[in-house]
């Protein structure tokens, strides 16, 4: 996965025990892409040491946050699909509030929006 940052709301605890990273790699994996965890090769002993992953979840935000390592060159030569699954967020036509008065215009920074 090629990702910029991860945020997560809520009280984080530190996940360190080589059984759990493997149940949180496995279920983040899912959750990104049904499937797949399946189909990848399951990671190494000191590839488990390397990420860190953090338990957010809240009844609020019952989503865990997670920490995730880059590809690399050997992972190429295994007979599994490689590539980048294409995602755009792009803003859209700024939609008024229903209870908000009609009369006041759209301001630019809302009607003009650009990432």
């Known amino acids: 996965m090629n990702y910029r940052s991860v ?24 959750t990104i892409l049904p499937g797949r965890w399946n189909d990848a090769r399951q990671p190494n002993e000191k590839e488990l040491k390397a990420p860190a992953f953090c338990d957010c ?9 997670a ?31 229903e209870k908000c008065d009609p009369a006041i215009p759209t301001p630019a920074y809302a009607a003009q929006y650009k990432r």
């Open 7 to 30: 945020v997560a709301l809520g009280k984080a605890t530190l996940v360190d025990s080589p059984e759990e990273k493997l149940k949180a790699l496995q279920a983040f994996t899912e």
């Open 57 to 65: 979840r809240s009844r609020k935000f019952p989503q865990k946050c």
């Open 67 to 97: 920490s995730v390592l880059r590809r690399h060159a050997p992972d190429y030569l295994l007979p599994v699909w490689a590539g980048v699954i294409p995602l755009s967020l792009a803003p859209g036509t700024p939609i008024r509030d």
